[in-house]
């Protein structure tokens, strides 16, 4: 039984700063590369950045500069650094364990955390 613990959302005023972290365990969290979603209220589930097990990143457009996916002290690890939040930033964040899909760069979330909210205050 795989498992993704997040930690680390919380209340931030605006223009201010939260990490989050994510740990994977049990049989079969060796997965092709680690990531985080978000889902704002009344919102779709949308793809926030992941890093691979090689250390490459992917970000959404809308948030590069201002947030940062990297591994954690341990393999199965990641953190998301998140700074000069927006209110707009506000949902409930997951931590996603991802593997390759059928071509080459792609890939598919095989299992995901339960989440952590994060609200951003005005």
């Known amino acids: 039984q795989v498992k993704l613990v997040e930690s680390g959302g919380g209340l931030v005023q605006a223009g201010g700063s939260l990490r989050l972290s994510c740990a994977a365990s049990?049989?079969?969290?060796?997965?092709?590369?680690l990531g985080w979603y978000r889902q704002p209220p009344g919102a779709e589930r949308d793809l926030v950045a992941f890093?691979?097990?090689?250390?490459?990143?992917h970000y959404t457009d809308s948030l590069k500069g201002r947030f940062t996916i990297s591994r954690g002290s341990a393999d199965n690890t990641v953190d998301l650094e998140m700074n000069n939040l927006k209110p707009e930033d506000t949902g409930v964040y997951y931590c996603?364990?991802?593997?390759?899909?059928?071509?080459?760069?792609?890939?598919?979330?095989?299992?995901w955390g339960q989440g952590t909210q994060v609200t951003v205050s005005t």
């Open positions: 890093i691979t097990t090689g250390g490459t990143t």
């Open positions: 996603a364990g991802l593997r390759s899909g059928q071509y080459s760069g792609s890939y598919y979330v095989d299992y």
């Open positions: 049990g049989n079969g969290f060796d997965f092709n590369a």
